[in-house]
Nanobody
């Protein structure tokens, strides 16, 4: 059974940092792109970052570019999101996901496995 489990969320002050992790189990995803999405209360789920199958290519939303870094460790079947210079607008539930293709992918229909999410709250 495929499972994605996010961790590392929490409460942080504006300007602080958090590192999210997403541990995958049930199968290897080393040939597929992975991504992070987020959903704030009352808003639609939005793309945050994506990484291709071998970590050689990444993509970010304009709102997090320069502050967040996505990475992966295929040997550990784990995805990461380093979040720096956090802002109150970054408050959301963050989800990791596995795409159905190997290259950087920014849209939700191309993701077919999702985690349950981890809450990130940034106080002002």
């Amino acid at each position: 059974q495929v499972q994605l489990v996010e961790s590392g969320g929490g409460l942080v002050q504006a300007g602080g940092s958090l590192r999210l992790s997403c541990a995958a189990s049930g199968r290897s995803f080393s040939t597929y792109a992975m991504g992070w999405f987020r959903q704030a209360p009352g808003k639609e789920r939005e793309f945050v970052a994506s990484i291709n199958w071998n970590g050689g290519s990444t993509g970010y939303s304009d709102s997090v570019k320069g502050r967040f870094t996505i990475s992966r460790d295929n040997a550990k079947n784990t995805l990461y999101l380093q979040m720096n210079s956090l802002k109150p607008d970054d408050t959301a539930v963050y989800y990791c996901a596995v795409a159905n293709r190997g290259w950087v992918t920014t849209t939700t229909p191309q993701y077919n496995y999702w985690g349950q999410g981890t809450q990130v709250t940034v106080s002002s």
